[in-house]
């Protein structure tokens, strides 16, 4: 991985992330497969709440570990990019691990499942989004079949937090 991905002083080892690669439905009706890199631990729960997604049809607009935005977190969102692993602070907390840094939390579809703080939406293209009374393939909602088949294998959803919504997050420890 690139020292812009990963590097010395971040909280997991290179030994401890793994390849999962993942079969999913584009927009278009298409299939693809993507690779996700994340923790030894999260590879059967993702494995499995992906397998449901698939089953359900649920579109993902594309799929690349961040080494193909060097790393740029705003950049793989914009594009609307699902991918996981990622050492860098969170989103609005500096100096705090972002999960994504321990290979435990994925981001599926950022341009139209934003990350909303007040008047503050990441990425800032997916500010249309933002309104979650929109319902578009793609998107999540409480209670969604997409949203349980990761509640399901025992992780959390951004979309459901209070203090900000990250529609787009899920991650095994639910922050």
């Known amino acids: ?29 298409t299939s693809d497969l993507g690779a996700l890199i994340v923790a030894d631990a999260s590879v059967g729960p993702l494995a499995r709440a992906f397998a449901t997604l698939w089953k359900l049809s649920f579109p993902i607009q594309r799929m690349d570990p961040i080494e193909a935005f060097g ?11 699902t991918s996981a692993f990622n050492c860098r602070e969170a989103l609005g907390v500096p100096g705090q691990w972002s999960r994504h840094s321990y290979g435990t ?27 979650r009374s929109l319902r578009e393939p793609g998107m999540f909602h ?34």
């Open 1 to 29: 991985m690139t020292p812009s991905v990963w590097r010395e002083g971040c909280p997991v080892p290179l030994d401890g992330l793994r390849r999962l690669t993942v079969s999913y439905w584009r927009p278009d009706g």
């Open 71 to 81: 790393g740029d977190d705003n950049a793989s969102m914009a594009a609307n990019n």
């Open 105 to 131: 939390a994925v981001d599926i579809n950022p341009l139209w499942n934003p990350w909303v703080r007040g008047d503050k939406v990441a990425p800032e293209n997916g500010r249309r989004w933002a309104d």
């Open 142 to 175: 409480r209670g969604d079949p997409a949203v349980r088949a990761f509640l399901d294998v025992g992780w959390g959803w951004g979309g459901a937090w209070t203090s900000l919504v990250d529609s787009q997050h899920f991650s095994s420890d639910g922050r």
